[in-house]
């Protein structure tokens, strides 16, 4: 499976952006999904995650409402909609696919990573 995200770039504070992960040489429909992101010198942190079918979404904490992550199985393809950003957003993001979990290692195909820079 290999893993092509974009939407990325520089936004103001309070702005949104919106994500996109499109899979391809395999379906993703018997997969998690999540969304990871991953500041300078840190691991990686878990930002969203969805289950195959949908039915079960988490968010991290820090989301507070902000992001919504969705799939579209037809288009083997998830999305991160985020609104509200801050600064602290700013961050590398990584689309993952693998097992409902909110550990890097449950991941088995992950995404080249898209940067999100928010500014005041």
């Known amino acids: 499976v290999q893993l092509q995200a974009s939407g990325g770039g520089k936004v103001q504070v309070g702005d949104s952006l919106s994500l996109s992960c499109t899979a391809s040489?395999?379906?993703?429909?018997?997969?998690?999904t999540a969304w990871f992101r991953q500041f300078p010198g840190n691991e990686r942190e878990m930002v969203a995650r969805i289950t195959w079918s949908g039915d079960m979404l988490h968010y991290a904490d820090f989301v507070s409402g902000r992001f919504r992550i969705s799939r579209d199985n037809a288009k083997n393809t998830v999305y991160l909609q985020m609104t509200r950003l801050t600064t602290v957003d700013t961050a590398v993001y990584y689309c993952a696919v693998g097992r409902y979990s909110i550990y890097p290692a449950d991941y088995d195909y992950w995404g080249q990573g898209t940067q999100v820079t928010v500014s005041s």
């Open positions: 040489g395999r379906s993703i429909n018997n997969y998690a």
